[in-house]
């Protein structure tokens, strides 16, 4: 569903990733882990289109989006949950879920939605600024998911969040993936929520990827040495 071959991003003259390849196929979660600055967020930019490459080629479900803008790859199938979840304080849970609605063609939130995401239904009136980090979370990958996309990046999702909501974003992503057809990834640093969703885990470090594994096969003490060395 997502190829990626020889990736390379740049930060004026420094290049911060280096000829990346990896490929993402429909139904899976891919989890990348890394520390603070080891080129997590720069790969997600870069597949969503706000760091422009400078080399190689992103494929979505076999369509070339290397060069597309941000709205056109949103539109070939990509949605992008940021760090930090950057809603619409001022807009209502619904006037932000609508957001997305425009490149689906949506007319009305889907029921769908509001069975993932309850908290959002009975708040959906409340302005997004007012609720908790969690829940803004939520509220950001229901707008997301509105958009209908093939692959749904997910940067850092448990960031500031508390353990308990941690748990259940996890489930939702579960459940999203049992509904749909539909490819995930997600940026992480905490082990348990990758444990808990991922398929497959990939370590980042400086740009380039150093380990990999299913997670049957996942030595838990060796990724957490990777991420405190």
Do not use: W
Request: hydrophobic share 40%; proline share 4%.
């Amino acid at each position: 569903m997502l190829s990626v071959s020889n990736l390379k991003v740049c930060y004026g003259q420094s290049e911060v990733i280096s000829d990346l390849n990896f490929t993402v196929p429909k139904n899976e979660t891919l989890a990348i882990m890394g520390r603070n600055g080891m080129g997590k967020t720069t790969l997600f930019k870069s597949l969503i289109g706000i760091l422009p490459l400078a080399g190689g080629e992103i494929k979505v479900d076999g369509i070339d989006i290397s060069n597309s803008e941000s709205y056109q790859r949103v539109e070939n199938g990509i949605a992008y949950v940021p760090q930090g979840r950057m809603i619409f304080p001022n807009l209502t849970v619904k006037e932000n879920i609508e957001t997305g609605m425009q490149v689906s063609n949506l007319t009305e939130i889907p029921d769908d939605i509001y069975a993932l995401f309850p908290v959002l239904r009975e708040m959906r009136n409340r302005k997004g600024g007012n609720l908790s980090g969690g829940q803004q979370q939520q509220l950001a990958i229901a707008r997301a998911l509105v958009t209908n996309p093939k692959v749904l990046l997910l940067d850092e999702p448990t960031e500031g969040i508390q353990p308990s909501i941690i748990k259940d974003i996890a489930n939702i992503l579960n459940e999203i993936k049992k509904l749909r057809d539909i490819t995930i990834i997600v940026s992480e640093q905490v082990l348990s929520f990758t444990m808990a969703v991922a398929d497959r885990i990939i370590v980042i470090d400086k740009g380039e990827f150093i380990h990999e594994d299913m997670r049957d096969n996942v030595n838990s003490e060796q990724i957490k040495k990777y991420l405190s060395v």
